[in-house]
């Protein structure tokens, strides 16, 4: 089988889209799928794929309109290929003029794309993201506290975690509250390629708030030191339907407070040290729930399904149905 894998390869940008597309490509490889990776922004190499004498060609996008018009274009020059969106942070207008423009299959998350999809006449499969489970996975205490020797972190204080684009959509003022409750220490994660608001970076300092703006090779070190991964992100434009630090943290087996965000109440229940909270006090009353320390965590085991090895095996499956 040939895949022509069309998406952000380009650059090393730390982003949610561009981390699937190349990990997608990876396993794929991995599992002895040729593999033509095209890079979206690069015209020039469509003829690649007809070089290449693809049978899939599967782009890895939000997708926007403009993508939408690309996949057609390119599904119409090649059209021996079946071609796949995989919609993982999706950005279109409900109208079904776009139905105009459909591949022969979107791969969709949350069950809200899924109804927009298939409003617009677009054939629909729900595929998520996926995690690598070897990587992150839990550690024991003795570790843990190597490790917060490690990165200069408090031994005493109850460490509260996020990854996030530092900027206002993602709701991170909640993140002064929470610094400045007994015994809470908050870190948030920032990519040091990416622009960020310098004022919202500014009030969580000012705050007491931990502000990493740096590339960790080991990210799976600064999920295991803390205690607890919190995601208040409810605006949709804000983060991919299926956050990867969400899984990441899950698969560390730390308890999650998470809103209700894209495709994570669709993949998973509440319960067993992940809670969905719906209003800001919610998110108090999870972590004091949480600090507690009278429920068993069992994250993990929830996130499990979701390896990239399972993931990737439906992936080949909806590959060799769309063939035959």
Not at 230 to 241: G, L, W, Y
């Amino acid at each position: 089988m040939r895949v022509s894998l069309v998406g952000h390869f380009a650059d090393s940008l730390d982003e949610g889209v561009r981390k699937v597309g190349k990990r997608m490509a990876k396993e794929l490889e991995s599992r002895g799928v040729e593999v033509k990776k095209i890079n979206i922004a690069s015209v020039t190499h469509w003829k690649e794929i007809r070089n290449f004498r693809s049978d899939i060609i599967h782009f890895i996008l939000s997708p926007t309109l403009s993508g939408l018009m690309i996949t057609k274009f390119v599904s119409l020059l090649y059209p021996k290929a079946k071609t796949i969106i995989s919609a993982i942070h999706p950005a279109i207008p409900n109208w079904k003029a776009l139905k105009l423009f459909s591949p022969n299959l979107v791969l969709v998350q949350s069950e809200e794309s899924e109804r927009l999809f298939r409003s617009i006449g677009f054939q629909t499969e729900s595929l998520p993201n996926g995690v690598d489970i070897n990587k992150f996975k839990p550690i024991d205490i003795k570790t843990k506290e190597r490790l917060r020797d490690k990165y200069g972190v408090s031994h005493d204080k109850f460490l509260i975690l996020h990854l996030a684009s530092l900027k206002k959509e993602r709701n991170l003022d909640i993140f002064k509250e929470i610094q400045q409750r007994e015994g809470n220490q908050v870190i948030i994660v920032g990519r040091e390629n990416e622009s960020i608001d310098k004022q919202v970076a500014s009030e969580l300092q000012e705050a007491g708030c931990t502000v990493w703006i740096k590339h960790f090779p080991n990210i799976e070190e600064i999920y295991n030191l803390s205690d607890c991964y919190m995601f208040p992100v409810i605006n949709k434009k804000a983060c991919i339907e299926m956050p990867l630090s969400v899984l990441e943290a899950m698969a560390c087996n730390l308890p999650v407070i998470t809103t209700k965000f894209g495709a994570l109440p669709r993949m998973f229940g509440d319960g067993d040290g992940l809670f969905f909270v719906e209003k800001e006090e919610d998110f108090y009353k999870g972590l004091e729930e949480v600090k507690n320390g009278a429920m068993e965590i069992k994250t993990r085991d929830k996130v499990l399904l979701y390896s990239w090895e399972d993931i990737m095996e439906r992936l080949e499956r909806i590959y060799n149905e769309l063939l035959h």
